[in-house]
């Protein structure tokens, strides 16, 4: 199966800072990747699809690049309500699996 | 709108069955893919499974495979996720989200585009 390594596991940072999480994919998965937030207490939200393409309604600020097996999922200019933790999944394979998270917390 | 109600919070002992439920509205249910998602509080995500509920086609995640069950009633436009046996171990919040797809530079993407809120199962003596 394909394992997805998400790193780091945690960061801190402020208002305004540029924030790059990196998922890394056990083999080859082309660009099916996606990025989802989540809030405490709520459910995941779709940020990007196909590893660079933006959900309708996410601000431009997320980013998505890579392919193959490293990707980069980047916010510029961290903005209060971003401060979440934040999830790769692949779906390259029938079985999808999520990478590990990442919790952007305010510094 | 589209949306995925989940029924409510559940309170369990260990080895008893459950049954949750997922029911859609605000699109055509049958035609696309419904995901189950567990959450450990304080944990990640870990996709369980998935149903197309227009011929009830189900794939398991090998963790959840046999620990589970997961059905679709096409004539209420719901999607279940069952125990038979539930242990203190299935404890978490148990999401369902519909699979979207895309097509990008000539191939299908998939995304999970709608959640439901999530239900909350205990299982404790």
């Known amino acids: 199966d394909i394992q997805m390594t998400q790193s780091p596991a945690s960061l801190s940072a402020s208002v305004g800072d540029r924030v790059t999480i990196t998922c890394r994919a056990s083999?080859?998965?082309?660009?099916?990747l996606g990025w989802y937030q989540q809030k405490p207490g709520k459910a995941p939200n779709i940020l990007i699809y196909a590893a660079s393409t933006l959900q309708s309604g996410v601000p431009s600020r997320f980013s998505g690049s890579g392919s193959g097996t490293d990707f980069n999922l980047t916010i510029s200019g961290l903005q209060p309500e971003d401060f979440a933790t934040y999830y790769c999944l692949q779906s390259y394979s029938a079985r999808l699996v999520f990478g590990g998270g990442t919790k952007v917390e305010i510094k | 709108e589209v949306q995925l109600v989940q029924s409510g919070a559940e309170v369990k002992k260990p080895g008893e069955s459950l049954k949750i439920s997922c029911e859609a509205s605000g699109y055509t249910f049958i035609t696309y893919w419904i995901v189950w998602v567990r959450q450990v509080p304080g944990k990640g995500l870990e996709w369980m499974g998935i149903?197309?509920?227009?011929?009830?086609?189900?794939r398991y995640s090998p963790s959840f495979q046999g620990q589970v069950t997961i059905s679709a009633d096409k004539s209420t436009s719901t999607a279940y996720l069952q125990w038979t046996s539930l242990k203190a171990s299935d404890s978490g919040i148990y999401y369902c989200?519909?699979?979207?797809?895309?097509?990008?530079?000539?191939?299908?993407?998939?995304?999970?585009?709608?959640w439901g809120k999530g239900t909350s199962v205990t299982v404790s003596s």
């Open positions: 083999q080859s998965i082309s660009a099916y």
């Open positions: 989200a519909r699979r979207e797809q895309e097509l990008v530079q000539d191939y299908y993407h998939y995304y999970l585009d709608v």
């Open positions: 149903i197309y509920p227009g011929d009830s086609d189900t």
